[in-house]
């Protein structure tokens, strides 16, 4: 079945440094979405991408969509500690229903 | 504003115990899911719903079972608990899940559920 892989596991940074989270698919998929979860919250829906080579910003933060539809990342400019949370892909392939989450990339900010 | 809604928030059960996790939406969204979170195993989802009276699986349904008699509820039955269960249980619903339909998750706030 589809797998979403996502690196790193966790990433530590410094307050004002940048940080990349990477969403990997063994299969092509239909649209991606990215959701923040805080400690001890559920997850929120930050985006969604659809188009090959589709480029998002929110502020500070930037998603992009591989030109195969089968890889994304995403990348905070200049950290903040409210950044602080886990973030996960999860990818919904050409053939159903089913959205399926990468592992997720725990990021933590030291001020 | 509900939203999503999920009883109970904590639940400790003994092996081969049963017991129903109630979703509730208010949002009249068509498609609800079930998922079950891990440390450092993401989100995966157990069985998922695309409107009343249809069910299907996810990718880890063993051990669990579903129904969707309304479009609001969505409640996720364990009938004989095991160790392996323990987790936290999400339930999340969508306007619609597929090609071109508008995919965003509202999640609930999750059940904590401990088997001993």
């Known amino acids: 079945g589809q797998q979403v892989m996502q690196i790193p596991q966790y990433q530590h940074v410094q307050e004002g440094e940048d940080f990349t989270t990477y969403c990997n698919s063994s299969t092509t998929l239909s649209n991606i979405q990215w959701y923040k979860q805080r400690p001890g919250g559920h997850p929120v829906f930050l985006i969604q991408l659809v188009k090959s080579g589709e480029v998002k910003k929110q502020k500070r933060l930037t998603f992009q969509f591989g030109e195969a539809k089968k890889n994304s990342s995403l990348h905070i400019t200049a950290t903040q500690t409210t950044d602080v949370g886990t973030y996960f892909c999860a990818g919904l392939s050409n053939a159903g229903n089913m959205l399926t989450f990468g592992g997720g990339t725990r990021l933590m900010v030291k001020p | 504003n509900a939203g999503v809604t999920q009883t109970p928030k904590f639940q400790v059960l003994k092996t081969g115990q049963s017991m129903t996790l109630q979703c509730a939406q208010d949002?009249?969204?068509?498609?609800m899911s079930w998922y079950r979170q891990d440390p450092g195993m993401g989100l995966r989802l157990i069985h998922y719903s695309v409107g009343a009276g249809i069910t299907d699986q996810g990718e880890v349904p063993n051990g669990y079972n579903v129904s969707r008699s309304t479009t609001e509820d969505f409640p996720l039955r364990l009938l004989s608990a095991a160790p392996s269960q323990t987790s936290v249980y999400f339930c999340?619903?969508?306007?619609?899940?597929?090609?071109?339909?508008?995919?965003?998750?509202?999640f609930g706030e999750g059940s904590r559920l401990t088997v001993l």
């Open positions: 949002m009249n969204h068509e498609y």
């Open positions: 999340a619903s969508s306007y619609s899940v597929g090609v071109g339909g508008t995919g965003e998750l509202f």
